[in-house]
């Protein structure tokens, strides 16, 4: 697992960010393909592919490189996704780098887009909506600064404005 922002990766063109925002710039991860990512076919299985998504929201969410006796606690869950499989993916020695930004931010609910990627290629694009979770009341709650907060910084900018 290799953490990374916008400005540490090189830049394809699904990695930049909106030209408006300076301040706003998508979530790199990236993963390195392993053999056990590989189905019979010899390319990553579609449900590897959402697990790697999964790590990178994980990493997005809840993961503070620098910051010891770090403590995962769940404060989404998800209520839908979304995947388009655009190509192939297979061994390489590169790895991936998938590419998440914030949409659609509402009071207790948000848009993730996540697209793996190596160079200029897509081979997966994902759509999840996203909503604030209480586990002890078990129900949607209103998103807290903080989140929005980091929402704000990996959100692209609404259609129109």
Known sequence: MIHALASDVRRTSTARPPHDAPDRRPHLYLRQVRM???DSMQHVNNARLLEMIQDA?????????????????????????????TEPLVLEPDPVTIVTTIGDLRRS???VTSRVTRDARVFCTCVSTAVAYDPDARRSRRLEEEE??????HATPEPGR
Do not use: K, M
């Not at 929005?148 to 910084?153: S, T």
């Open 148 to 153: 929005l907060a980091l929402a704000a910084r």
């Open 57 to 85: 929201h994980i990493d997005l969410f809840y993961l503070r490189p620098g910051l010891p006796g770090q403590e995962i606690r769940p404060r989404f869950v998800y209520a839908r996704h979304e995947l388009d499989y």
């Open 109 to 111: 609910s948000f848009r």
């Open 36 to 38: 056990s990512d590989l």
